[in-house]
């Protein structure tokens, strides 16, 4: 049974997102694919102004993937303990360093399967990495997607990945890496969980939320 909703305004969102939001990008502070998996690994379930604020010293510490698998999860967790489930994100740092040194020969892999097999890496931080990095045309749903596109109508899946797989059924392909950074910015600054900014979004017409609340 398919989770779409009938007609969903993919088209007048989009067309409004690219004339308002031309160039959205990651607020996550990364140099190289590196960084980016490291600091997305961080992010989970913590904020991406806590991450920037975290990275520099962690990178100082242990600047590319070798420098890493050659840690300990206890050498790790100083640097990070100001950051959301720091022994657990200490302990899959290393792993995942460890394993694409062994695995990839120390690049991380472009491939969302192979991305996977990465400890601490699941579905959506594949996404994120594979969009943002190598314009994969993926959508990775977190709890901002997941509102904005119910909100929008842009789907009515009960979880992540139908969510995900709503949004790149109606989502052309070469605006996916775009649209992933379009949703999540407007959950974050405008469509909020509480009090969304209903009164000075331009996706208000569009939003089942807005004409509910009203």
Same mark, same amino acid.
């Given at each position: 049974m398919k989770s779409r909703v009938s007609e969903p305004p993919f088209g007048p969102i989009l067309a409004w997102f690219g004339a308002n939001r031309p160039l959205p990008k990651s607020e996550l502070d990364f140099l190289s694919p590196y960084?980016? !998996?490291v600091a997305v690994v961080l992010s989970a379930q913590c904020t991406d102004k806590r991450v920037n604020l975290t990275t520099p010293? @962690? @990178?100082? *510490? @242990?600047? $590319?993937?070798?420098?890493? +698998? $050659?840690?300990?999860?206890?050498e790790v967790f100083p640097l990070i303990r100001s950051i959301s489930y720091p022994n657990s994100k200490a302990q899959h740092l290393v792993a995942l360093a460890q394993k694409v040194r062994q695995d990839f020969a120390g690049e991380i892999p472009h491939d969302i399967d192979a991305l996977m097999t990465l400890p601490g890496v699941g579905r959506k931080t594949a996404n994120v990495v594979a969009?943002?990095? &190598? $314009?994969?045309?993926? !959508?990775?749903v977190d709890t901002h997607v997941f509102r904005v596109a119910h909100r929008l109508g842009l789907s009515d899946?009960?979880?992540?990945?139908?969510?995900? *797989? $709503?949004l790149? +059924?109606? !989502?052309?392909? +070469?605006?996916r890496p775009k649209a992933h950074h379009w949703l999540i910015l407007h959950g974050r600054y405008t469509c909020t969980a509480r009090n969304p900014k209903c009164g000075i979004c331009g996706l208000s017409? &569009?939003?089942?939320?807005?004409?509910?609340?009203?």
């Open positions: 960084q980016l !998996i010293a @962690f @990178f100082k *510490r @242990f600047p $590319d993937v070798a420098a890493l +698998a $050659d840690a300990t999860p206890e969009s943002v990095l &190598y $314009d994969e045309p993926v !959508i990775a899946g009960k979880t992540p990945l139908a969510v995900e *797989r $709503d790149e +059924a109606g !989502i052309p392909a +070469a605006l017409p &569009y939003c089942r939320h807005h004409a509910q609340s009203r």
